[in-house]
């Protein structure tokens, strides 16, 4: 064998042990002495090992899908142009005098369907009563009820997806009809129907129109969490839980329930704009809130019959209520693609 090949590991190795340990240790003194970019502390200012010095490995830091999530959020546009317009809108709902200090009941029939101007800048209804002050008073009744059917709806959605999806067999068949039954209900016609017949009763304010959007708007979230909780109970950190001696309630709340979050609270982002759509047409319609309770439906519906005498009245509450329905989708649509890896 030439003296070319003695350094050679692999020709080392051919020659018996010790030889190849002298070979490993020739190599490890060339990588020593000629040095190369570290990963330690100095590596941070471009610096290299020092002759002799043992090159310091630092393992890759791992990485969540929310953080992964997170990392392409930051970077959509879409994000954080729905982003400021739901903080904006959600803002004006909770705290209307930063942005009116008109009253909106405080009515003046001698101003009667003013156009805008300096004083009104949209304009004045039949009532007299300041329409920018009704619109920006308006985002209160809507938009909360559209974060109360959300909520209502991901309860149900939780509760009957991950029963059927978690423990299956006749649990899950029968969850699955109950889901398709809601599912084969329309969701308008049920709200016009029970909610003018609990409005001929009393006057509850926002919560029938809730209850109605939340019982009966859980059923696509339901199927999306269901999909989750069936993939990730066959996950090996799962089978490792439960071998270890945990219940399923722990394996449910501790193991599967943040990992199936994720699809559900975009399905639920989505739905929440579309909430609010049919809290304005039911309130459009006479079955959904009433008077004296602001709401875009209401001041919509009250305008329609005098669109050509005053657009105004009309035009500000439907600008704002797509305004807020677009936002909440856009929203919605940003997170999803964040969380799905098929669509990055």
Known sequence: MSEANAGDPVSSRMRGPGAARRGMSE?????????????GPGADNGSFIEPGQAAEVVPA????????????LRRSPIFWIAGFLVVLLVTMAVVPRLFSSINPRACDLSQSLEPPSAAHWFGTNLQGCDVYSRTIYGARASI????????????????IGMSGGYFGGKLDAVLSRV??????????????????????ET??????VVLV?????????????????????????????????????RILLRHILPNALAPMIVVL????????????????????????????GIDI???????????????????????TVLAFIMLGDAVREAFDPRLR
């Open 144 to 159: 909360a009820v559209g974060i109360c059917s959300t909520l209502l709806a991901g309860l149900i959605a939780v509760l």
């Open 301 to 323: 519906s009250d305008a329609q019959a005098r669109f050509q005498d005053a657009p105004w009245a009309l035009l500000f509450p439907a600008a704002f209520l797509a305004l």
């Open 27 to 39: 190599l490890e003194a060339m990588v020593t002495a000629e040095g190369h970019p570290g990963s």
């Open 213 to 249: 959007l939340g019982v009966l708007g859980w059923t696509t979230a339901a199927r999306v969490i269901r999909s989750s909780v069936i993939a990730a109970k066959q996950q090996d950190y799962v089978q490792a839980a439960r071998m270890l001696g945990a219940g399923n309630s």
């Open 269 to 296: 982002t989505i739905a929440l704009g579309a909430f609010i759509a049919t809290e304005a047409t039911l309130s459009f319609l006479g079955a959904g809130l009433k008077p004296p309770t602001i709401s875009w």
């Open 203 to 208: 006057d509850l304010g926002i919560w029938p």
């Open 61 to 72: 830091r791992a990485r969540s899908l929310a953080g992964d999530a997170w990392r392409d």
């Open 179 to 200: 889901l398709d039954i809601v599912l084969g209900i329309p969701l308008l016609l049920a709200a016009i129907v029970f909610g003018r017949s609990v409005a001929a």
